[in-house]
């Protein structure tokens, strides 16, 4: 569980960093950054929201653009943020945007060539942390927050790990893989055929399932270009009312896809999930 | 002076937005960027803030990464970040980072291959002004900001100009450019072996030639990696004082010459500049 720092920058008197490791889930070399609020300490643990990024995105592009940090810093949060994929020469990939590396669903695939690699729900659910409050003074109190395929990330994840996390955000998040062309195209590669895989994997199939307990806060711009075809928050919606999980699904007029969207609204989804990391 | 709209998105309920247009100065299609405030409208003129990127920047950097928008919009300044040089194919390069396009150094070039389209002091000094005063709910107010060698230049074009800005400031300015490793590699190109003209482009050097009555706002991290080579601020201040001109320089402690460190402190660059602005 060695990890190598590769940067670290000061800001708002706190520090970013990122991080070079192994990955014993996706067999490859990962990198991933971390925020530490000026309040962590090896006495002071401080909580930990986990940042789950879009197509073709990094650990770079939420903490570069995202403009967090200084209420992250006042509330006292760390923030991870993990790759969107395995990454490196060696790991299978696509032509596609919306397919290999950059694009790995925080699923665990099972098909041919994708599950040498692709493994990045185990990634994200368990190696993630252990090596987090292994090697930073944070405690094991953690929520889950992410955008677009990482908004998808972060429902499905919180959804199927309840006892895990304490709340979950998302921003423009792909609601329903299931039924859309980014979700079947990537389902289809990665799981195969077998649509009671997929269902693990889809925040409004499991929604409709079984009960969610914990807080869920969404955004969505109503000019997202990528709305109608590809998020459908309608079905978070229908699917959060039949088991009556505590969904907050917001549509914010005028509000693209884009990280000025996010860093609009940032600041409200850290002290969301500061209600439910301090309780 | 046609104007093309690329891209906008909204954010904190105001608007950023991305043009192209054919500039006369440089005589070549340049893109810009704009930042317009809620409080901007056809019968409420807001002033702006010009904002000078970096080596290898785009109008893109300062507007994803400085996170200025919130106290911009709260002060009710628009900010106008033009690009780093002009590009394009007919347009002279280098295979060097600090020289070429992406490295214009904000000066009007007069040595071949450069001075056919490297103009870059007469475009944000006067092209780009007058385009922004005619196509967007702005005054003529303004001031001035930059990064590094965007430091230089607004530092440079406020010295040269202070009847048209009301406040400059900087981060990491490459404050002394005639006597470090960068500046004298752009100036013998762009500018040949005459240093008379070099020093109208030397913020050093034109401090310790002329007052300059406007007031000056520096920061400085002690962590970045090209303070003692490139940056100099040791040589603005002992300028500064031969005829009192009114520099804050703020060594910051352990920061670095990144965007982490823009976003720190440009929400207090935006409340200097607005005290003037405003005034």
Chains 1, 2 share one sequence.
């Not at 990890?3 to 990955?23: D, L």
């Not at 953690?142 to 955000?169: C, W």
């Not at 940032?266 to 002290?271: A, P, Q, S, T, V």
């Amino acid at each position: 569980m060695s990890i190598t720092c590769e940067s670290e920058a000061k800001v708002f008197g706190a520090w970013h960093k990122q991080f070079r490791h192994q990955s014993q889930s996706l067999n490859c070399s990962m990198r991933f950054a971390i925020f530490l609020p000026q309040k962590a300490t090896s006495s002071d643990k401080v909580p930990v929201l986990y940042w789950l990024s879009g197509l073709t995105c990094s650990d770079e592009n939420f903490m570069q653009k995202a403009g967090a940090f200084a209420v992250a810093n006042e509330l006292g949060i760390a923030i991870v943020a993990p790759d969107t994929s395995p990454r490196g020469e060696g790991v299978a990939d696509d032509d596609g945007y919306d397919l290999g590396q950059g694009a790995g669903f925080y699923l665990n695939a099972t098909q041919a060539p994708w599950q040498a690699h692709y493994q990045m729900y185990d990634y994200v659910v368990n190696e993630l942390p252990q090596l987090i409050e292994a090697n930073f003074p944070v405690s094991s109190v953690k929520s889950i927050a992410g955008h677009s395929m990482g908004g998808h990330g972060a429902l499905t994840i919180a959804i199927n790990n309840q006892n895990q996390y304490r709340s979950v955000s998302a921003f423009s998040p792909i609601a329903n893989p299931s039924n859309c062309p980014w979700g079947v195209k990537a389902f289809s590669h990665y799981l195969g055929d077998d649509k009671a895989l997929w269902a693990k994997y889809d925040a409004a199939e499991l929604l409709a399932s079984a009960p969610m307990a914990l807080p869920m806060l969404v955004d969505q711009g109503d000019a997202d270009s990528f709305l109608e075809e590809q998020l459908k928050p309608k079905a978070l919606v229908e699917a959060a009312q039949v088991h009556g999980a505590k969904l907050q699904l917001r549509m914010q007029p005028g509000y693209d896809h884009s990280y000025y969207f996010i860093s609009t609204f940032i600041g409200e989804h850290l002290r969301f999930h500061h209600r439910y990391l301090s309780a």
